[in-house]
């Protein structure tokens, strides 16, 4: 999986300050290697200072402004969790940066090319909320990229905080926010029970900021542009740009970064388009949802534009289904993997989704299964569980790279 860059020309530092160019966060000019702290400041120039209470708030009502959501899939709105865990006493911040979704590169590849911009907004949001330290929570992969990083801002001396580096757990629900916090505090990646919330008892009992990688990229950016600026890409309602993975039947899977309401069938010609013809697109990740290619190609990639298939950009992804593969095993891998890493800490985790997964795989072996049973489990209409209009029983075809971590 790599990052590729939209833009014709190389990115000097007064094109990466233009409200509407793309990309922000992987600028084109980069190598394939991190970009250096001196990279970093001479494209970006260096972080404002969050100074002090008053400053504060007012770079907090700034990210309101700007409508910054996370980009970590549930899309909740940022300054509203800056807010909160500000109001709290002695704060932690945590960089997300898990990526426990499978078929997902994106935080990975803004790591590997830019962990200086993701330290920044780490940095930043500490300050915002009154924190004196971040710890920055990665996947293995790029664990030693972003331990040169801290240690190079180290000598340089240009963080007022403490950043600790530490490496994720490798598990589907080790991402989610609370399961992050158990798994720095006690080596347990798995969901605790709320209330209280993070913002008011997180890690080391204090309140808690859990805030995706990628979201913590472009608060940095906010912090030096400013509101007008962010929101000069993507949609009135849903605004900036974001990190997509495209992968699957496409003829060069990648990550790339799109304005928010970009055209889904644009999206997958960045990568090169479809590399047979398509049957379905899974949108959002592995917790998304199949729709039917045709149907989407022409919609925004975003959560209004994809709301009339049920979808959503969920985790910032599209994968590809040709139409020679099996949509109904791909879903059964799928259901079977969510059932794996499920955290077992609920009947209907530990049971019913063991359950659906081994009916699911009935259907797609060609045996008898009660669908019946299976719409009700699901809370499904009759007609939402028939087969795709093309599913080989022996040997199904999966979309090239939906299996790996890349």
């Given at each position: ?217 472009h608060l940095a950016l906010i912090a030096r542009h400013g509101a007008s600026w ?119 985790c530990l049971f019913g989704l063991d359950a659906i997964a081994g009916q699911v ?46």
């Amino acid at each position: 999986m790599r990052a590729t860059d939209c833009p014709r020309r190389q990115a000097g530092l007064a094109d990466s300050q233009l409200p509407g160019y793309l990309p922000r966060l992987l600028p084109a000019g980069f190598a394939a290697r991190p970009a250096s702290l001196a990279d970093h400041l001479a494209r970006y120039g260096p972080p404002p200072p969050s100074g002090p209470g008053r400053r504060r708030k007012a770079l907090i009502e700034e990210v309101g402004r700007a409508g910054l959501t996370g980009r970590g899939g549930a899309g909740f709105p940022a300054a509203r969790k800056l807010a909160a865990v500000a109001a709290g006493h002695n704060p932690v911040v945590v960089a997300n940066g898990t990526e426990g979704e499978p078929a997902s590169a994106k935080d990975k590849v803004l790591l590997a090319r830019s962990p200086h911009l993701v330290l920044d907004g780490a940095v930043l949001a500490a300050e915002m909320v009154g924190a004196r330290q971040a710890a920055i929570v990665v996947h293995r992969s790029v664990r030693e990229i972003v331990d040169d990083a801290a240690a190079e801002r180290r000598r340089a001396g240009s963080d007022r905080i403490q950043i600790r580096v530490s490496t994720a757990a490798g598990r589907f629900v080790g991402g989610e926010a609370s399961a992050v916090v158990h798994w720095i505090e006690r080596g347990i990646p798995a969901p605790t029970a709320t209330p209280p919330r993070l913002s008011q008892r997180g890690l080391g009992a204090a309140p808690t900021l859990v805030q995706n990688v990628e979201t913590l990229a472009h608060l940095a950016l906010i912090a030096r542009h400013g509101a007008s600026w962010f929101r000069a890409v993507g949609t009135p309602q849903e605004t900036g740009s974001m990190l997509v993975t495209i992968l699957g039947a496409v003829g060069e899977p990648c990550v790339h970064e799109i304005a928010i309401g970009t055209p889904v069938g644009e999206v997958l010609a960045r990568a090169g388009g479809p590399s047979a013809p398509l049957q379905a697109l899974l949108l959002g990740g592995y917790f998304g949802t199949w729709a039917d290619a045709a149907a989407a190609a022409s919609l925004p990639f975003s959560s209004a534009g994809l709301a009339v298939l049920g979808a959503g950009p969920g985790a910032g992804l599209i994968a590809a289904l040709p139409n020679d593969a099996c949509g109904l095993a791909e879903t059964a891998r799928v259901v079977r993997y969510l059932a794996d890493e499920s955290a077992g800490q609920c009947g209907p985790c530990l049971f019913g989704l063991d359950a659906i997964a081994g009916q699911v795989q009935r259907l797609a072996d060609g045996r008898t299964s009660d669908l019946g049973i299976l719409r009700r489990w699901l809370g499904r209409r009759p007609g939402r569980l028939q087969p795709p209009r093309r599913c080989r029983q022996a040997g199904p075809q999966r979309p090239r790279p939906l299996r790996t971590r890349a």
